[in-house]
């Protein structure tokens, strides 16, 4: 399965037979031995059901959980040994809805891992600046802006800008497009794919859209109750023959009516 | 006599009566935020504390005032007859609305704008002081409004006990049997209550942004 992915050693995040399950129930794990190698610049989608364990596998990159057994290594370092903090400054994190922060500005908001890390306020105002126009907010209109103040894709974008602040080598990112709506998401999608290409980061990308984890994904990695059942790129995923490939590739029929 | 001929006869006393009044009421109010608010963050993550506190809390909430005011007076250092066990009772009064605001506006923030905040690598000390309190602001400013207006009304009957204040009218003015005196100490209290109210509400929306 892992035979075209460079060699586990030297991947960026590596999962190394990890296993997490909630309140010891070691019955039902919900990341059952997990073993995956992410290298630095591919956009890896996980792709599964709610429930498939996608989140968790997530969240145990920037240590919001740490494994029961098996080790998270990120940049050769498992994330247990990691001050979290660190850690997680150097990780971008997008969420749907954007978890933005309702009583500051978008610039502030933007600005919040460089404010952390005490950057002079000059180079935080020039990076703010830079980020909204790299996700497409002109800056003069939007940098004073309350969330409260934006749509559903202007909050997303922030949500972006944000993460990328202080340009942190890995990308994390959970169902950040789930909750507009479909033309907008399209929109927004396509911007984000060629956004990436640009970055180079490594991004890991959350999804249960497989049409997105089709645009978005350099490799597709898909999930099922806390196991990896699948692994491919984009091109030759809906060829593998597993049910669960076909149960996603269904979803991918045609819109009822539009036959030709 | 009528009660305005009292009114212009009386302007210091009544004056005076009204700033004892408030003293009352900020000296009470600046103890029970002192308590209330680091307490409503401390329970954020106690449940037992949590659970205790606001059941404590709670009780004192439904004794009346004049019957809390007769279980003081007997209890050494902080009874007996006077200001001081006025301010006793008024705190346990100012406690719970601002307790339980506290609490209620620390945990009822959207947990994505929580998560957010610890995946961006905010410490737990970052997260209470820049996102928590600021967000939960508002919430903790209308348990402080309740609290005060409960305060100004609760300290007239302070006056039973000896503590002064515009609760003095009223009980001579019973006593006395005369409209114009109760009136004297009743509308300055009403007109406190409802100014506390106003300039309390005003600064609580200015607050909010979200």
Do not use: C
């Given at each position: 399965?892992?035979?075209?992915?460079?060699?586990?050693?030297?991947?960026?995040?590596?999962?190394?037979?990890?296993?997490?399950?909630?309140?010891?129930?070691?019955?039902?794990?919900?990341?059952?031995?997990?073993?995956?190698?992410?290298?630095?610049?591919?956009?890896?989608?996980?792709?599964?059901?709610?429930?498939?364990?996608?989140?968790?596998?997530?969240?145990?990159?920037?240590?919001?959980?740490?494994?029961?057994?098996?080790?998270?290594?990120?940049?050769?370092?498992?994330?247990?040994?990691?001050?979290?903090?660190?850690?997680?400054?150097?990780?971008?994190?997008?969420?749907?809805?954007?978890?933005?922060?309702?009583?500051?500005?978008?610039?502030?908001?933007?600005?919040?891992?460089?404010?952390?890390?005490?950057?002079?306020?000059?180079?935080?105002?020039?990076?703010?600046?830079?980020?909204?126009?790299?996700?497409?907010?002109?800056?003069?209109?939007?940098?004073?802006?309350?969330?409260?103040?934006?749509?559903?894709?202007?909050?997303?974008?922030?949500?972006?800008?944000?993460?990328?602040?202080?340009?942190?080598?890995?990308?994390?990112?959970?169902?950040?497009?789930?909750?507009?709506?479909?033309?907008?998401?399209?929109?927004?999608?396509?911007?984000?794919?060629?956004?990436?290409?640009?970055?180079?980061?490594?991004?890991?990308?959350?999804?249960?859209?497989?049409?997105?984890?089709?645009?978005?994904?350099?490799?597709?990695?898909?999930?099922?109750?806390?196991?990896?059942?699948?692994?491919?790129?984009?091109?030759?995923?809906?060829?593998?023959?597993?049910?669960?490939?076909?149960?996603?590739?269904?979803?991918?029929?045609?819109?009822?009516?539009?036959t030709a | 006599m009528t009660p305005w001929q009292f009114f212009v006869g009386h302007q210091v006393e009544i004056l005076e009566a009204t700033a004892s009044h408030l003293t009352l009421v900020l000296i009470s109010m600046a103890i029970a935020i002192a308590i209330a608010l680091p307490l409503g963050m401390l329970i954020v993550q106690r449940p037992t504390l949590r659970n205790i506190s606001l059941g404590i809390a709670s009780v004192f909430q439904t004794i009346p005032s004049l019957a809390l005011f007769g279980f003081l007076i007997p209890i050494p250092i902080i009874g007996g007859i006077g200001r001081r066990t006025a301010i006793v009772a008024l705190v346990h009064y100012a406690i719970l609305p601002i307790l339980r605001n506290t609490y209620v506006g620390l945990t009822g923030i959207d947990?994505?704008?929580?998560?957010?905040?610890?995946?961006?690598?905010?410490?737990?000390?970052?997260?209470?002081?820049?996102?928590?309190?600021?967000?939960?602001?508002?919430?903790?400013?209308?348990?402080?409004?309740?609290?005060?207006?409960?305060?100004?009304?609760?300290?007239?009957?302070?006056?039973?006990?000896?503590?002064?204040?515009?609760?003095?009218?009223?009980?001579?003015?019973?006593?006395?049997?005369?409209?114009?005196?109760?009136?004297?100490?009743?509308?300055?209290?009403?007109?406190?209550?409802?100014?506390?109210?106003?300039?309390?509400?005003?600064?609580?929306?200015?607050?909010?942004?979200?």
């Open positions: 399965m892992n035979a075209k992915a460079p060699s586990l050693a030297e991947s960026t995040i590596l999962f190394h037979n990890v296993t997490y399950s909630v309140n010891g129930n070691a019955a039902h794990p919900i990341i059952d031995s997990i073993v995956l190698g992410i290298h630095a610049g591919e956009t890896l989608v996980l792709l599964g059901r709610s429930g498939s364990g996608k989140t968790t596998l997530l969240k145990l990159i920037n240590r919001l959980l740490l494994p029961q057994s098996g080790q998270v290594l990120v940049q050769g370092r498992a994330t247990s040994e990691w001050d979290a903090i660190r850690l997680r400054r150097g990780i971008g994190y997008v969420i749907q809805e954007g978890g933005l922060f309702p009583h500051f500005t978008v610039a502030q908001n933007i600005a919040l891992v460089p404010t952390l890390e005490k950057w002079e306020p000059a180079r935080i105002a020039k990076r703010v600046e830079e980020l909204l126009s790299l996700v497409g907010l002109n800056p003069s209109e939007f940098a004073t802006r309350h969330p409260n103040e934006l749509s559903g894709g202007q909050r997303q974008r922030v949500g972006v800008a944000r993460a990328l602040a202080a340009d942190p080598p890995i990308l994390l990112m959970d169902e950040p497009f789930g909750a507009l709506d479909p033309v907008t998401r399209a929109e927004i999608q396509r911007e984000f794919s060629n956004l990436a290409r640009r970055l180079g980061k490594t991004i890991v990308f959350v999804t249960h859209d497989l049409r997105e984890a089709m645009l978005l994904a350099s490799r597709i990695i898909l999930l099922q109750a806390g196991r990896i059942v699948a692994s491919a790129k984009p091109r030759e995923f809906l060829h593998i023959d597993h049910p669960e490939v076909k149960a996603f590739a269904t979803s991918l029929d045609p819109i009822p009516g539009a | 947990p994505a704008v929580l998560q957010a905040a610890e995946a961006m690598g905010m410490t737990d000390t970052q997260i209470l002081w820049r996102v928590r309190l600021p967000l939960a602001l508002p919430v903790i400013l209308a348990g402080i409004r309740t609290a005060t207006v409960i305060t100004i009304g609760v300290a007239t009957i302070a006056a039973a006990i000896g503590a002064g204040g515009l609760g003095t009218f009223i009980f001579r003015g019973v006593a006395m049997v005369s409209d114009a005196v109760i009136l004297a100490g009743a509308i300055p209290a009403a007109l406190l209550a409802i100014l506390a109210d106003v300039l309390l509400a005003r600064l609580e929306r200015r607050l909010k942004v979200a």
